[in-house]
C-alpha cells in the first residue's frame, strides 16, 4: 500500500517545492516519485493480499495492474506536459500537484474494497479534475468547462451516493464481502429487494456519468474542449481507465449473480454509446472534439467486458485501457505541437503534416490505426478481446452492431491520416521537441509490441 | 527449413528497402522479391505432391487464447506461394520506367504487402489468416492513396472501407468457430471437424462469404473495384488484380465452404447465380468501356466471376481449374495492365478510340500484346484455356444453362478483347501513335516472361496441375460427404 501513501505524499512535497520557486525540480522529482510508487505496486505483485485499513481496501493483482498503467500513463502526461504548464499560469507546482491527487484518487478508486472507499475515492479524483478543468483562469472556455463538469459530477456523485446508500439498507454493510455474500444468501430473484435493485441501477447512473456513456454523455465534449489539452488527455485516458477498473471490479465482485437484472440495462446503453459516439464523431471538424466522441465510443467498447463478464473481462479492459490510453496520448501530443504551429485544432491543420514532420505523422498514423482497430496494432487486441467476450455470452447481436461501428469510426480516424499524408499545405517546419520525441516514439513503439505480442499484457491475469 | 523464412524474408526485406532512396530502392526490391522467388523456388524443388502440409511451422504466440503461429504449404498453398512469388518481381520490374517520389517507402509498402500475402495463403490458423488478410490491406491502401491518381483519396477510402467491413464480419466468423471448438483453438484442422448444424452455420457461411465476396469481388458487391483499379498506379493495379483478389478466391476454398459446408450448401444456388450474373454484367459494361484500363477491370471481373463459379459448383475439375486459372489470370491481367501502363505512358491517354496503327511503329509491342489477349480470351494452347475449360466444365454439372450463360458471355468477351486490339493496333495511326516508340530494356524483360509464361503453361500445363491434385482431392473428399444429398 505504499504505492498509495507516495502518490498522496509527492503532492505536498511538490506544493512546497513551488513555494521555494524550484521550478526546474519540479518534472523529475515527480516522474522519479511515481516511479518508486510504480515499484513499490509492482513489488506486490503475486502476494496473496488481505483487505487492509478494516477492510476498506484490497490491493489485489487487479489493483495493481490497474495502478501500474494510470501510473505510467500519467508518467508520459507528465513529461507532455514539459513546457506546456509554463505557458498557462505561473503556478506550476499546482498542476503537478493536483494532477497526483487525483492520481491518489484512482488508485484509491481502483482499489477499494468497501463503497464508502468507491465514493471517496471518485470524489478525490474529482474535486482535482474539476479544479485542472478550469486552470486557465482567464479563458472562457475552460471556465464553462470546469462549472459544466461540476455541476454534472456533483449530480452525478449525488446518483451514486444514493445508490450506495440504497444498498446499505438492503444489505445492511458497505463491505464488498457481506454485499456479496448477501447476494448470494438470496438466490431467487423474488427473495431481493426493491430497494436492492434501485440501489444497482442508480450506481450504474453514477458510474456511466463518471466513464462517459451514453446518454450520460453531455458533459463529455464541451469539458474535454474546454480544458487545456493536456488535463483532456489526462481525463480521457488515466480517469477512464480507473472509471472502467472500479466498474468492473463492483460488478464482478458484488453483482455478477445478479446479471439477468442489469446487463439489459447496460446492453442498451453500451449500443446507445457506441452509436451516438461515432456518428457524433463523424460530424465534428475538430479533431479535439472528434476524439472526445470518439472516447464515448471506447467507453462503448470498453462496456463489452462488463456485460458479457467473465474470467477474461479484467484482463480484456486492462487491455484494451491500455491501448486506447497510448493511442490517445499519441493523438493529444500531436494534437499539442499542431495546435501550438497553426494555432487551430481542426482537421485542415493536419494537412501535409508529413511533409512537415514524417516522424509525427507516423506516429500519429499508428494511433489512428490502432484507435480504429486494424491488426497488428494494441487496438486491435483490445477490440479482438472485447469481441470474443461478447461472442462467448452468445451477444451476437451486440457484436454485430458494433462492428458496424468499428466501420464508422474509418472514416474519422482516416480523415487525419488523409490530411497529414494526401493533401497539401504549406511547408513549414514542425519542430518536436526531445521529450515528446520519446514520448510519443515510446507510445508507438509499445503499441506496435502489443499488437504483435499481445502476452506481452495479457499474460497477468 | 519452414515456411517462416519465406513469410519474413519479405518483412525484412521491407523494412532494408526503407535505407534506400531512387534507383537504389528499386535494385534493392528487385533482388530481395527475386530471392523471395528463389527460395520459393527452392521449396517447391522440396515438395512432395501429395496432400500434407508440408515445411510447416507451430510456435505459440497467445497461447491463453489458444492462437498459434501455425503456417505450412500444401499443394494448394504452394499455388498461391508461386503466384505471388512470381508476380511481384514482375511487378517491380513493371515500375522500372517509373519515378515514384519516395521510391523507398514505395518499395518497402510492396514487399510488406508480399509478406501479408504469404501469410494469408499459408496460414493454418484462423486468428493468424486474419491478421495477414489486414496486414496485406494497409499497405495496398497507401499505396493506392500516395501515388494513385487524382480522384484517389476518395476512391481508395471507399475501397478500404469496403474491404475492412467485410473482414471485420470474417473475424466474427472466425472467433465463433473458435468459441465452438472444444479445446478452444483456432486451429483450422480443428474447425474442420466442428458438426454445427446447419442454422448455426449459415451465421459462419454469412460472416467469410461478406469478407470474400467483397474481395473477389462478385456482383454486386464490386462497386469499389473499377474505380480503384483505375485511380491506383499501376503496380498498384497489379498487385490488386493480380495477386489481392485471389485472396477471395483462396478463402473460400480454404475457408469458407469446407467451415460450413452445410451453410454453404442451403446458398449455393444464391452463388453460383451471383457469379454467373457477374460475368455477364462485368462483359457488357467491359463492351461499352473506352478507358483501356477500365475496360480491362471490367475484364477481370468476368474472369473472377467465372473462377467463383466453378469453384461454387465444389468439383474436383472445377477446383483444379481453379487453381491453374488464378495463376494464370494474374499473369495475364499483370501483362494486360502492363500493356495500357505502357500505352498511357508513352502517350498520356488510355482512350481506346483516340488509338491506332501502333503496330506498325512497335512491332515487338504488338506481338507481345496479341499473345496477352489471347491468353485472356482464352485460345487453346494458352495458358488461360485449360482453366476455363476446366472451369466450365464444372459449372456444366451444376446446370446446362447457367454454362450456356457463362460460356456466351466468354465469347461476348473474346469480342470486346480482340475488338480494343484491332482499335489499337492496327488501322491507321494518327498524329498521337504515330510517335509510339517500341519497348526496350525492362519492358521487354517482362513482357518476353509473361508471353513465354503463357505459352509454356498453356502448351503443357500438366506440371502445374500436379502441384495441387493431391490437395485439391484430399480437400474435396473432406468436404464433399458432408453436403447434406447427393448432387
Known amino acids: 500500500m505504499n504505492t498509495l501513501i507516495i502518490i498522496s505524499v509527492l503532492p505536498l512535497v511538490l506544493l512546497y517545492l513551488g513555494l521555494y520557486k524550484a521550478q526546474k525540480a519540479l518534472l523529475p522529482v515527480t516522474v522519479i516519485g511515481l516511479l518508486a510508487a510504480l515499484g513499490f505496486a509492482v513489488a506486490e505483485w503475486n502476494s496473496s493480499a488481505v483487505p487492509i485499513y478494516s477492510g476498506m481496501m484490497l490491493f489485489d493483482n487487479f489493483s495493481i495492474a490497474f495502478s501500474a498503467i494510470t501510473i505510467i500513463s500519467t508518467i508520459l502526461i507528465i513529461f507532455l506536459s514539459r513546457g506546456y504548464f509554463e505557458k498557462i499560469s505561473n503556478h506550476i507546482a499546482e498542476y503537478y500537484a493536483i494532477i497526483l491527487f487525483s492520481l491518489a484518487g484512482i488508485i484509491v478508486m481502483v482499489s477499494f474494497y468497501n463503497l464508502t472507499m468507491l465514493f471517496i475515492g471518485i470524489e478525490i479524483m474529482s474535486v482535482s479534475l474539476y479544479i485542472l478543468a478550469g486552470i486557465k483562469k482567464s479563458d472562457f472556455a475552460s471556465n464553462e468547462a470546469a462549472l459544466k463538469y461540476f455541476l454534472m459530477g456533483a449530480f452525478s456523485t449525488g446518483f451514486l451516493l444514493f445508490g450506495v446508500a440504497l444498498i ?41 456519468f463518471k466513464v462517459g456513456a451514453a446518454p450520460f454523455h453531455f458533459w463529455t465534449p464541451d469539458v474535454y474542449e474546454g480544458s487545456p489539452t493536456l488535463i483532456t488527455a489526462f481525463m480521457s485516458t488515466v480517469v477512464k481507465t480507473a472509471g472502467f477498473a472500479a466498474f468492473l471490479r463492483l460488478f464482478s465482485a458484488c453483482f455478477a449473480p445478479l446479471s439477468d437484472f442489469w446487463v439489459p440495462v447496460l446492453l442498451v446503453i453500451t449500443i446507445v454509446t457506441l452509436f451516438i459516439g461515432n456518428i457524433t464523431a463523424l460530424y465534428q471538424h475538430s479533431f479535439k472534439r472528434m476524439l472526445a466522441f470518439s472516447s464515448i465510443s471506447h467507453a462503448g467498447y470498453l462496456l463489452f467486458a462488463i456485460v458479457a463478464l467473465g474470467a477474461n473481462s479484467g484482463s480484456s479492459v486492462l487491455t484494451y485501457a ?88 474509418i472514416f474519422y480516424y482516416f480523415r487525419v491520416i488523409v490530411a497529414m499524408y494526401f493533401r497539401d499545405a504549406e511547408r513549414t517546419e514542425l519542430v518536436v521537441p526531445v521529450y515528446y520525441k520519446l514520448v510519443l516514439g515510446f507510445s508507438a513503439i509499445v503499441t506496435i509490441l502489443i499488437g504483435v505480442y499481445p502476452s506481452l499484457i495479457s499474460r497477468f491475469f | 527449413m519452414t515456411v517462416s523464412i519465406l513469410i519474413f524474408l519479405p518483412v525484412i526485406a521491407a523494412l532494408a528497402v526503407l535505407l534506400f532512396k531512387n534507383d537504389a530502392a528499386k535494385h534493392a526490391a528487385l533482388t530481395f522479391s527475386v530471392a523471395e522467388l528463389a527460395v520459393a523456388l527452392f521449396f517447391l524443388s522440396k515438395f512432395v505432391p501429395n496432400a500434407s502440409v508440408q515445411f510447416g511451422i507451430d510456435a ?69 489468416f486474419y491478421v495477414g488478410w489486414e496486414a496485406a490491406l494497409i499497405p495496398i491502401y497507401f499505396i493506392c492513396s500516395l501515388w494513385g491518381g487524382e480522384n484517389r483519396i476518395k476512391v481508395t477510402l471507399k475501397f478500404f472501407i469496403y474491404t475492412f467491413s467485410g473482414s471485420l464480419f470474417m473475424l466474427l466468423g472466425i472467433i465463433y468457430l473458435y468459441l465452438q471448438t472444444p479445446a478452444k483453438t483456432f486451429d483450422i484442422f480443428e474447425f474442420y471437424k466442428l458438426g454445427l448444424d446447419a442454422h448455426h452455420q449459415a451465421f459462419v457461411f454469412w460472416a467469410f462469404f461478406l469478407a470474400f465476396a467483397i474481395k473477389m469481388p462478385l456482383f454486386p458487391l464490386h462497386t469499389w473495384q473499377p474505380d480503384t483499379y483505375t485511380e491506383a498506379p499501376s503496380a498498384g493495379t497489379m498487385l490488386l488484380a493480380g495477386i489481392m483478389l485471389k485472396m477471395g478466391i483462396y478463402g473460400v476454398i480454404r475457408w469458407m465452404i469446407p467451415n460450413a459446408p452445410l451453410g454453404f450448401f442451403d446458398w449455393e444456388s444464391m452463388c453460383i447465380m451471383l457469379a454467373v450474373i457477374g460475368i455477364g454484367y462485368a462483359s457488357i459494361i467491359a463492351f461499352k468501356q473506352n478507358d483501356g484500363k477500365r475496360l480491362v477491370a471490367y475484364s477481370s471481373i468476368a474472369h473472377v466471376g467465372l473462377i467463383a463459379a466453378g469453384i461454387f459448383v465444389w468439383t474436383i475439375e472445377g477446383l483444379q481449374g481453379a487453381m491453374i486459372q488464378m495463376l494464370s489470370h494474374g499473369i495475364n491481367v499483370v501483362g494486360m495492365f502492363f500493356i495500357w501502363d505502357i500505352i498511357s505512358r508513352r502517350l498520356g491517354t488510355r482512350s481506346i478510340s483516340d488509338l491506332g496503327g501502333i503496330a506498325k511503329t512497335a512491332p515487338k509491342f504488338a506481338i507481345a500484346f496479341l499473345i496477352i489477349v489471347l491468353g485472356t480470351v482464352a485460345l487453346p494452347l494458352t495458358n488461360g484455356f485449360i482453366g476455363e475449360f476446366l472451369l466450365l466444365s464444372s459449372v456444366f454439372q451444376w446446370n446446362v444453362w447457367m454454362v450456356s450463360a457463362a460460356g456466351l458471355t466468354m465469347i461476348f468477351g473474346a469480342v470486346y478483347m480482340l475488338r480494343m486490339y484491332k482499335t489499337v493496333m492496327h488501322g491507321p495511326t494518327n498524329e498521337l501513335t504515330v510517335t509510339f516508340t517500341d519497348i526496350s530494356g525492362s519492358e521487354t524483360l517482362v513482357l518476353s516472361i509473361i508471353c513465354a509464361l503463357i505459352i509454356i503453361m498453356g502448351v503443357y500445363p500438366q506440371p502445374i496441375l500436379h502441384i495441387s491434385e493431391a490437395s485439391v482431392t484430399h480437400l474435396f473428399n473432406v468436404v464433399y460427404p458432408k453436403f447434406p444429398q447427393l448432387k
Not at chain 2, 517491380?92 to 521510391?103: E, F, P
Request: proline share 4%.
Open chain 2, 60 to 128: 505459440p504466440w497467445i497461447p491463453k487464447f489458444g492462437i498459434y503461429f501455425s503456417a505450412g504449404i500444401d499443394g494448394i498453398s504452394m499455388m498461391m506461394v508461386l503466384l505471388t512469388t512470381i508476380l511481384v518481381p514482375l511487378i517491380i520490374l513493371t515500375t522500372y520506367k517509373h519515378q515514384y517520389k519516395n521510391a523507398g517507402a514505395f518499395y518497402a509498402l510492396v514487399l510488406f504487402m508480399q509478406a501479408g500475402l504469404l501469410l494469408v495463403f499459408t496460414a493454418l490458423d484462423g486468428f493468424l
Open chain 1, 322 to 409: 491500455t491501448a486506447y490510453s497510448i493511442a490517445s496520448i499519441i493523438a493529444f501530443g500531436a494534437l499539442i505541437l499542431v495546435q501550438q504551429q497553426q494555432g487551430s485544432d481542426s482537421f485542415e491543420s493536419f494537412n501535409g503534416l508529413a511533409k512537415k514532420n514524417p516522424f509525427l505523422a507516423l506516429v500519429l498514423t499508428i494511433a489512428m490505426l490502432s484507435l480504429a482497430g486494424i491488426p497488428l496494432t494494441a487496438g486491435f487486441i483490445g477490440k479482438f478481446y472485447m469481441f470474443s467476450s461478447a461472442l462467448m455470452q452468445m451477444q451476437v447481436w451486440l457484436v454485430v452492431l458494433a462492428v458496424v461501428n468499428a466501420i464508422i469510426s
Open chain 1, 168 to 208: 446499505y439498507g438492503a444489505t445492511g454493510s458497505f463491505s464488498l464481502e457481506t454485499i456479496r455474500d448477501w447476494v448470494l444468501d438470496h438466490p431467487h430473484a423474488k427473495d431481493i429487494t426493491p430497494m436492492f435493485y434501485t440501489g444497482v441501477l442508480l450506481i450504474i447512473v453514477g458510474l456511466c
